[in-house]
């Protein structure tokens, strides 16, 4: 994940300032010069780190840290706050017109990754309550088209296309706007041309695209993998087309987030959203707040929250809580949680938004829930019988070998599957027991 090497990096800086009741000026001095190289370091604008320090300093004198009872969390505090506000300092949200259609438009350079994030903004606007279509206007790159029904199929949403050669990206996105009344289609997505590097003709056609279908809202994608020049080419795009937001792609890679650290400081644009893995559902709205809290490593209970609510399904939650209050908790219980767990990503991903854990993090790759383990689990319960799955206390030595046989499993995983299920649901009894058998949150295995 980007921003994991500046994460450390700050972490040292503070460390120095921790444990002290009273810290002096020299220690800030210090603390802020290491702030300052981290921020060199994650390739942050020169002018934007100096500044930036410069202003915590500020703070730091004015509040008066050094009489305060605990002087590194002040300066913890006041990093925060401005980290907060170079990322934008609060939500920026998309316009979504009252009067349908909403129309959006991406732009950016070849291979920012503005086909796929076009898929992605559509599955996101469709949980919100709205009806997209995607409209591939870059006639150009051998494939884009394709591209762009392949994602439109994937995810279920309708693309305009018009493959006639020599078909002219202005007239497809104003008929494909024309069309979206036809279609009931409320938000129009289009997906334009990109180049390697910014030129004139892209930019002439762009501007076209856009005096023909007046967008709402114009948004650049950028690859944060490609750090400063990210800035450089948001720069040039808002000042050649006008762009109303940024969307940040691949900052689940090793990009050093030098880019989502400069880009509001240096053309102005807020960040919208970012892409943080290749497939649909990679997507996440950007919240300054939660993004400097990760930085920090102070945890990010918010989007933690909402990932729970989103991967649980709360109805299967309150039976499954009723069941473990009556002891009823069965092997056909125990597959749903599992599945339940994975739904939240790499365990990894989860710690991160845990205060304090971002160091240990790495420490836990090796015991991520993967796919391939729950399939398994899968495959064994699901080779066993009703009755079984209801009261595993009857599996003996013939019926284990059949299930490992019918799973395609060994006798060793079955009995493996049964020793954690009956672990996790000793679990369980300790904590009605604790919870004096009211019920409640269902406890994960
Ligand atoms: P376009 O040329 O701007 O339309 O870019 P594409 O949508 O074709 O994306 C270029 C490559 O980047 C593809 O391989 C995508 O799968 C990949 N990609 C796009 N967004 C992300 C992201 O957020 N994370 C990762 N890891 N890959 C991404």
Request: aromatic share 4%.
């Amino acid at each position: 994940m980007a921003f994991d090497s500046l994460s450390e990096k700050l972490q040292e800086a503070f460390q120095s300032l921790k444990g002290k009741g009273k810290i002096t000026e020299d220690d800030v001095n210090l603390a802020l010069r290491q702030v300052r190289t981290a921020l060199l370091e994650a390739d942050v604008n020169f002018m934007v780190a100096k500044d930036f320090v410069k202003s915590i300093k500020e703070k730091a004198l004015g509040e008066e840290v050094f009489g305060s009872l605990n002087p590194a969390q002040t300066v913890i505090k006041i990093v925060n706050d401005e980290l907060t506000a170079l990322l934008g300092g609060t939500q920026s949200r998309i316009m979504i017109s009252s009067k349908p259609p909403t129309i959006i438009m991406l732009v950016g350079l070849q291979g920012a990754g503005k086909t796929t994030t076009a898929g992605k903004l559509a599955v996101y606007l469709r949980k919100q309550g709205k009806h997209p279509m995607l409209v591939a206007a870059d006639v150009y790159r051998p494939a884009a088209i394709t591209q762009l029904q392949v994602v439109g199929k994937q995810i279920d949403i309708p693309v305009f296309a018009d493959e006639t050669p020599g078909a002219n990206p202005v007239d497809i996105a104003r008929r494909a706007v024309e069309q979206s009344t036809h279609m009931l289609k409320d938000v129009v997505i289009i997906d334009t041309a990109g180049r390697l590097a910014i030129d004139e003709v892209l930019m002439d056609e762009l501007s076209n695209i856009k005096a023909a279908v007046r967008p709402h809202e114009i948004l650049l994608v950028v690859d944060s993998m490609i750090g400063q020049d990210a800035v450089t080419t948001a720069q040039t795009f808002n000042e050649k087309l006008g762009v109303d937001g940024v969307i940040l792609t691949k900052l689940d890679g090793d990009a050093r987030g030098g880019a989502a650290l400069s880009i509001k400081a240096v053309t102005g644009l807020p960040i919208k959203f970012t892409g943080v893995s290749e497939k649909m559902d990679g997507f996440d709205v950007f919240y300054p707040d939660r993004m400097a809290s990760r930085i920090l490593d102070l945890g990010d209970f918010k989007t933690l929250i909402e990932n729970v609510q989103g991967a649980i399904d709360e109805e299967e939650a309150r039976e499954m809580a009723k069941k473990m209050a009556k002891n009823n908790f069965t092997l056909d219980d125990f597959l749903k949680q599992m599945n339940q767990v994975r739904k939240l990503g790499p365990l990894q991903n989860i710690i991160g938004m845990l205060p304090g854990m971002g160091q240990i993090k790495d420490q836990l790759k090796d015991l991520d829930l993967n796919s391939k383990e729950v399939r398994r689990i899968e495959a064994i319960i699901t080779s066993m019988t009703a009755a079984e799955r209801e009261n595993p206390s009857i599996l003996n030595g013939s019926r284990r070998k059949r299930i490992a046989m019918g799973s395609g499993t060994q006798v060793q995983d079955v009995n493996r599957l049964l020793k954690q299920f009956e672990e996790a649901r000793k679990m369980m009894k300790r904590m009605q027991g604790l919870r004096g058998g009211k019920g409640g949150f269902p406890g994960m295995p």
